[in-house]
């Protein structure tokens, strides 16, 4: 039976919100099928706002690879803003998807990217207004499968009991399959209800349906393990690794909005995974090994996207784009290929060395100069041993330098504060690395006109990390260094007015502190905030610490735990970890051992240059690097 | 930049919700899609040269929107509509393009003809609304603005306003039921006077205030045609052969 379109109900609220192009669909290359054209139907949600959720690869991949099956759809949908949610509360729509405004539980699979933990609040408010019950007990067979994908799904323990599975890593080929179970489950008369379904899909081992697995605690409120409660379900689940991105060149028709989004381009990926080995980092973790797509993918993907978009920006994506074996040639291929179209090409720039400024300047040829960014992460030389990020004081003002000489008026550099280890001096370092950058560019240039921001926010230990044992900083200490910091920079007569000071203060980090590694029992806290009207926590103007905090003391005060045990607690080696059982490929002695490293001040080298340390991502997940060099050329394109 | 080209364009539907800026964005992404040749202002970041005359508000829908391009290359007008047209999102639609020969577009539209649909509004107390307003000589009415809270005059500008009754159309409302709907030509002035502030004089003068809100759509801009009270086609020059 075809599904009715909400929009002639959702229609007459529009005038009334802010922003309404964003809830109307119709972007160019969005795809609407007919409701019975499809047997399984996803509908997959970025959990906060379009302008946000709209440019994620992820969920645009999914939805290209989805809607190219022929028994399958895909629609998406976004977190709607306060205005339109009580509208739809008081008129009674529901949460709807944005291509074809169908009712979000009308669909078989609800799918949630979760990019940061800061999304968990809007997944209540969506699966609220879409009628489905918040708690995956209580679901029916009306109801779709909740699953969740993305990084922060790496650990979803804080949000099991909202979910009915979760999937580890990359999602191309793990969609697939997913649509393939439930299509032959309801070709098959749905035998056994969700519960059939789900435990079709935990018994392949790659995805995970958290209420298939019990939590046994200790007295004192530690895990003591986390077993399945059935036969057939694999005792640990599995990440999953894309090889060979070349044979996955999506997105191959980028969407186009109509309302303005924070990315206005079209970006490829380049290269999938690092292994810096940055030990804070856990994007850098959790997608090893470093998979190169090649350089003519890249190019042909960067032409088809223009054409299809008509974008007038190219974005090379990836967690550390300098490192692709062949980015110099790609650089130059592209900047040759799009001269004289007004065509920008950007790349987000962390690594600090003259190599980068080369590249910036031939990304910049075609198109605007705006500012370089460096990521040093650690103000002291000590504090970047601590973390891995291997750039000494001389590699950083010597590239520094060489921008500002090279025309660059304004350097941005981003450091973390609250790092295991940490004291009062190595935040302090920062204000002085800044003055020094900003003493050698003056001499460099013979100019005043150079400038610096520092850029700082609290460190998050991230499970799957090698801090994933880490005490995090108490949010005070961070708010004073953060503070001291500040002066440092100020009341500096000579170098203070050219340097810019940005900082998050720390008690934002403390909440995303305790999603980051909670278990099931932070569930209740979630839902408390939420109920107490806890929405787009991401947003600082939405965020509310107190609310937070009040909750989880409401809802943890039953239980032998809170916050602090949560956050500011240093875990010892053989604790139970809540997302032990999930595996990300990594060696848990591995990760022990470069814990320690961290901090006896051992930095550990990249296996993309270096002989293998046996990290076990490789080996677990039988992946393995992907890189160049090709040794190909971008072809220059005839353009009008 | 050899040639500029008039373009009519429709904001229609779900699109009616599409801002300024949601447009010119639209517009710029169709033009490098459509491999049309706009032209480039020059300096430290250039421009695609395309302008706006008077751009309805966000939630109106119109049938007569402007812009002007410039091209660096001669195009026929006909083949630029249909590229244009094909690289548009549908409800973005372009009506018609003409190549500019006469003078600034943003001078010929002078008035603009708009429709406000007023599901549930009682046609008799319309009719008695719109005779108050008419027979008014100032309806000091107030809007809040950038600049804060502002008076003025919602009468002058108005030229006609007349009343109909039709079946609803309208989104979210019972569809054949009758509707109220307002017709009224009024001019461009300083500071501009749009529907919904006439609206508020009609309420102001005659308590008249319909139940829901309006949904309201431009057709037509251009030239005030002093005999009829209605705008002319803005492209007449360029059709009859122009006064270049
Ligand atoms: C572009 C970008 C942004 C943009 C746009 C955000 C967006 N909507 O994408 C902006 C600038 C807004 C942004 C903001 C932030 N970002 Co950001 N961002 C990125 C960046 C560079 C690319 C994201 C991307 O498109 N990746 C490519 C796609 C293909 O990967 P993916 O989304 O993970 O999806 C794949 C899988 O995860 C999986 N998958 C994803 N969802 C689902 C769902 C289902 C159901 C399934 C089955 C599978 C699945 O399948 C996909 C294909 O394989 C990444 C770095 C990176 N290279 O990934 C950081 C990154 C994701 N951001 C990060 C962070 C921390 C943030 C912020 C929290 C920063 C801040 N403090 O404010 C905010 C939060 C924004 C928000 N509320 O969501 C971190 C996440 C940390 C982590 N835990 O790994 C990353 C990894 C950067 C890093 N190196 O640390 N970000
Ligand atoms: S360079 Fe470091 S911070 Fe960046 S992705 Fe790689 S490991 Fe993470």
Not at chain 1, 86 to 95: D, H, I, K, N, T
Not at chain 1, 105 to 125: I, P, W
Not at chain 1, 301 to 330: P, Q, Y
Not at chain 1, 446 to 461: E, N, Q, Y
Request: glycine fraction near 8%; hydrophobic fraction near 40%; charged fraction near 30%.
């Amino acid at each position: 039976m075809p599904v009715e379109s909400l929009f002639s109900r959702l229609e007459p609220l529009l005038p009334k919100v802010q922003k309404p192009i964003q809830y109307v669909g119709g972007e160019l290359n969005s795809t609407v099928k007919d409701w019975d054209e499809a047997t399984v139907r996803w509908a997959l949600m970025y959990p906060d706002a379009y302008e946000v959720g709209l440019p994620n690869q992820g969920v645009q991949i999914l939805y290209e690879i989805l809607n190219e099956l022929p028994e399958t759809m895909a629609e998406r949908t976004y977190a709607v803003w306060p205005d339109l949610e009580a509208l739809m509360r008081s008129e009674g729509v529901p949460q709807f998807t944005v291509d074809a405004h169908r009712p979000v539980r009308a669909f078989d699979v609800l799918g949630v990217s979760f990019s940061t933990e800061l999304g968990y609040t809007n997944l209540l408010t969506a699966l609220d207004l879409a009628g489905i019950p918040l708690e995956a007990v209580d679901r029916t067979d009306e109801d779709p499968i909740v699953l969740a994908g993305g990084h922060a799904a790496f650990n979803p323990e804080p949000i099991a009991a909202f979910l009915d599975a979760a999937v580890l890593g990359d999602g191309e080929q793990i969609a697939i399959a997913i649509s393939e179970v439930v299509r032959e489950w309801k070709a098959e008369g749905r035998p056994g209800g969700r519960d059939e379904l789900l435990m079709r899909l935990a018994s392949t081992g790659g995805v995970y349906v958290p209420k298939f697995y019990d939590v046994e605690y200790h007295p004192d409120g530690r895990i003591k393990r986390v077993v399945p409660n059935r036969s057939g379900v694999p005792s640990r689940v599995f990440k999953h690794t894309v090889m060979d991105l070349d044979e996955w060149p999506y997105p191959k028709k980028p969407l186009v909005p109509l309302a303005e989004t924070v990315h206005e381009r079209f970006s490829v990926e380049i290269f999938r995974g690092c292994t810096r080995g940055c030990r804070f980092c856990q994007a850098g973790m959790i997608t090893r090994p470093v998979r190169e797509r090649s350089i003519t993918t890249i190019g042909d993907m960067v032409d088809a996207g223009l054409k299809e978009s008509g974008f007038s920006e190219v974005g090379l994506l990836s967690l550390s784009s300098a490192d692709h074996s062949e980015i110099g040639e790609i650089a130059k291929g592209l900047a040759d290929r799009y001269e004289g179209t007004q065509t920008g090409l950007s790349l987000p720039s962390t690594r600090v060395d003259a190599f980068n400024i080369d590249l910036a300047n031939e990304f910049s040829r075609n198109g605007r100069r705006s500012g370089l960014t460096f990521a040093p992460e650690g103000g002291s030389e000590r504090m970047r041993k601590v973390i891995n990020k291997m750039v000494t004081e001389e590699d950083l003002i010597r590239t520094v330098t060489t921008a500002y000489s090279q025309g660059w008026r304004q350097v941005k550099l981003y450091f973390m504060c609250g790092l295991p280890t940490e004291e009062d001096i190595d935040v302090l370092a920062i204000a002085d690395l800044a003055k020094k950058v900003i003493k050698a560019g003056r001499e460099a240039t013979g100019s005043r006109d150079i400038r610096c921001t520092v850029s700082i926010g609290g460190f998050v230990p991230k499970p799957h990390t090698p801090f994933q044992w880490a005490a995090q900083c108490d949010h005070e200490t961070v708010d004073r260094r953060l503070r001291e910091l500040r002066d440092a920079l100020r009341g500096d007569k000579e170098y203070g007015r050219a340097i810019g000071y940005r900082y998050h203060d720390g008690k934002p980090s403390i909440v995303e502190g305790l999603l980051s590694r909670g278990d099931r029992r932070v569930a209740s806290v979630i839902r408390a905030v939420w109920e107490d009207g806890g929405r787009f926590d991401g947003w600082s103007e939405h965020f509310s610490y107190e609310r937070w905090m009040t909750a989880a003391e409401r809802a943890l005060s039953g239980e032998l735990v809170d916050v602090e045990w949560y956050t500011t607690r240093e875990r010892e080696e053989h604790e139970v970890l809540p997302w032990d059982h999930l595996d990300a490929g990594l060696d848990r002695e591995w990760l022990w051992q470069d814990w320690q490293d961290a901090v006896n001040d051992v930095e550990v080298e990249d296996c993309r240059w270096t002989p293998c340390y046996d990290c076990g991502g490789c080996p677990t997940m039988g992946t393995e690097i992907q890189i160049g060099p090709t040794g190909k050329k971008l072809l220059p394109l005839t353009v009008v | 930049m050899v040639q500029r080209l008039r373009v009519r364009y429709a904001k229609r539907g779900r699109l009616r919700f599409t801002s300024h800026r949601d447009i010119s964005r639209a517009v710029e992404r169709a033009v490098r899609r459509a491999e049309i040749p706009v032209a480039f202002s020059a300096g430290f970041s250039p421009h695609p040269k395309i302008s706006y005359a008077g751009a309805a508000p966000t939630g109106v829908a119109s049938e007569a929107e402007y812009l002007e391009i410039g091209v660096s290359r001669p195009c026929d007008p006909d083949q630029v509509r249909a590229d244009l047209d094909a690289s548009l999102p549908p409800g973005l639609d372009v009506l018609d393009i003409v190549e500019a020969r006469s003078g600034s577009l943003a001078d010929k539209l002078e008035c603009s003809v708009w429709e406000l649909r007023l599901p549930g509004a009682d046609p008799v107390a319309a009719e008695q609304a719109v005779k108050e307003f008419e027979a008014a000589d100032r309806v000091e009415v107030e809007r809040l603005t950038k600049k804060g809270m502002r008076q003025f005059d919602a009468r002058q500008a108005v030229r006609s306003v007349a009343v109909s009754v039709r079946a609803d159309t309208t989104a979210g409302q019972e569809p054949g039921q009758p509707c109220v709907i307002l017709r009224m030509v009024v001019r461009h002035e300083t500071p501009a006077v749009r529907p919904d502030d006439v609206l508020m004089g009609l309420r102001l003068v005659a308590g008249f205030a319909p139940p829901s809100s309006p949904e309201v759509t431009r057709l037509a801009q251009g030239p005030l045609d002093a005999t009829t009270g209605e705008p002319a086609d803005p492209f007449d020059a360029e059709r009859s052969g122009g006064d270049l």
